[in-house]
């Protein structure tokens, strides 16, 4: 059997694995009611357009042009008691209402003066922001949350010596290549079953429409980027499940790639607006993964920088997935405690003289 013949296997009985684990299970149902709750509950408890009765037909045009339900009657201000509309609109004109002002119907009833915009392609703040965060969060946690399951399924085989079994029978480096293909394929549909849930929900909303085709071209290529970076960092991961022995000794050992992760997150959230730290985040291979598309969503980016920006995170994956081999093959078979970073590299090469 070929290394890619193995390289499959090994995959296919991690997915088997975690697709019968309930943490990963309840982690995807979590992440899935939460897309749907931040976009389409909005939508469907909004309550809909105001409801305002008039005893002036007249209005009545004016009022359905602004999205309202009318109604014409010759009491407006009894239904307002009764709770039957919204608002009324009597003589004057005069708006009433029980507690509060209408103001979509003071809107539709005002006169407004012509707005011209200086920069109509400009995102919104709070919209730049949401963007930011999202794409940062759906990288930080999937591959905190993957790569932490990859390092925990290492230490575990590990822990109860099977690995010693796997090995006489599996090359090395094919074992590895199949938990970072497993990993990233779980990884890679629980984002876009979250994207999926998130676009419909979106087309619920208002303004929803009109913001997909503006992400489309950040959200296409977010999918590189995430499937790039996810390698270089599950690698990583991998190495650190390596090094211990056991389970309790995975968050010591993981500190340098929980901060390679968890900086560029709260970097691009709070940073997004200093256009400098943004670009020089979209080269650099632990941030550029969500730096990059957020520098597209916003226009900032140049037609060329996402594929020398991706060039270089692919190189870079490259780089780390040998490096992590090389610790991965330095480690996993030492099991009289913690190998620290520096002897696991020294011993692979040890074995190859």
């Given at each position: 059997?070929?290394?890619?013949?193995?390289?499959?296997?090994?995959?296919?009985?991690?997915?088997?694995?975690?697709l019968?684990?309930?943490?990963?299970?309840f982690?995807?149902?979590?992440?899935?009611?939460?897309?749907?709750?931040?976009?389409?509950?909005?939508?469907i408890?909004?309550?809909?357009?105001?409801?305002v009765?008039?005893?002036?037909?007249?209005?009545?045009?004016?009022?359905?042009?602004?999205?309202?339900?009318?109604?014409?009657?010759?009491?407006?201000?009894?239904?307002v008691?009764?709770?039957?509309?919204?608002?009324?609109?009597?003589?004057?004109?005069?708006?009433?209402?029980?507690?509060?002002?209408?103001?979509?119907?003071?809107?539709?009833?005002?006169?407004?003066?012509?707005?011209?915009?200086?920069?109509?392609?400009?995102v919104?703040?709070?919209?730049?922001?949401?963007?930011?965060?999202?794409?940062?969060?759906?990288?930080?946690?999937?591959?905190?949350?993957?790569?932490?399951?990859?390092?925990?399924?290492?230490?575990?085989?590990?822990?109860?010596?099977?690995?010693e079994?796997?090995?006489?029978?599996?090359?090395?480096?094919?074992?590895?290549?199949g938990?970072?293909?497993?990993?990233?394929?779980?990884?890679?549909?629980?984002?876009?079953?979250?994207?999926?849930?998130?676009?419909?929900?979106?087309?619920?909303?208002?303004?929803?429409s009109?913001?997909?085709?503006?992400l489309?071209?950040?959200?296409?290529?977010?999918?590189?980027?995430?499937?790039?970076?996810?390698?270089?960092?599950?690698?990583?991961?991998?190495?650190?499940?390596?090094?211990?022995?056991?389970?309790?000794?995975?968050g010591?050992?993981?500190?340098?790639?929980?901060?390679?992760?968890?900086?560029?997150?709260?970097?691009?959230?709070?940073?997004?607006?200093?256009?400098?730290?943004?670009?020089?985040?979209s080269?650099?291979?632990?941030?550029?993964p969500?730096?990059?598309?957020?520098?597209?969503f916003?226009?900032?980016?140049?037609?060329?920088?996402?594929?020398?920006?991706?060039?270089v995170?692919?190189?870079?994956?490259?780089?780390?997935?040998?490096?992590?081999?090389?610790?991965?093959?330095?480690?996993?078979?030492?099991?009289?405690?913690?190998?620290s970073?520096?002897?696991?590299?020294?011993?692979?090469?040890?074995?190859?003289?």
């Open positions: 059997m070929n290394t890619s013949a193995v390289t499959r296997l090994v995959a296919g009985r991690e997915l088997k694995v975690k019968r684990d309930k943490t990963f299970v982690s995807t149902l979590f992440f899935l009611l939460f897309a749907v709750g931040a976009t389409a509950l909005p939508a408890f909004g309550g809909g357009p105001s409801s009765a008039v005893a002036d037909e007249s209005l009545a045009p004016k009022l359905r042009e602004a999205g309202l339900k009318v109604r014409v009657v010759a009491d407006p201000e009894r239904l008691r009764d709770g039957d509309v919204d608002a009324a609109v009597v003589a004057g004109p005069q708006v009433l209402a029980l507690t509060d002002a209408p103001g979509d119907v003071v809107r539709a009833l005002s006169t407004e003066p012509e707005v011209r915009l200086l920069d109509p392609d400009a919104e703040p709070v919209v730049g922001f949401l963007v930011a965060f999202v794409f940062a969060m759906v990288f930080f946690f999937t591959s905190l949350t993957f790569g932490l399951q990859i390092a925990q399924s290492i230490t575990e085989e590990k822990q109860t010596r099977m690995v079994i796997l090995v006489a029978a599996v090359p090395v480096r094919a074992l590895l290549a938990k970072v293909l497993a990993g990233g394929i779980l990884a890679l549909a629980q984002v876009a079953l979250i994207a999926l849930v998130t676009i419909v929900g979106a087309q619920l909303t208002d303004g929803g009109d913001l997909l085709p503006v489309a071209p950040a959200l296409v290529w977010f999918v590189p980027f995430f499937v790039f970076g996810f390698v270089m960092l599950a690698a990583l991961w991998a190495a650190v499940g390596a090094l211990v022995n056991r389970q309790e000794d995975i010591g050992a993981s500190t340098p790639v929980q901060l390679v992760v968890m900086l560029p997150f709260f970097a691009v959230i709070f940073l997004r607006d200093n256009a400098l730290v943004m670009t020089i985040m080269y650099v291979p632990f941030s550029s969500t730096a990059m598309p957020v520098r597209l916003d226009g900032d980016a140049a037609g060329w920088e996402p594929f020398v920006s991706l060039a995170l692919a190189i870079s994956a490259a780089v780390t997935l040998a490096a992590g081999a090389r610790l991965y093959e330095g480690s996993l078979l030492r099991t009289n405690g913690r190998t970073w520096a002897s696991a590299w020294r011993d692979r090469e040890m074995q190859r003289l």
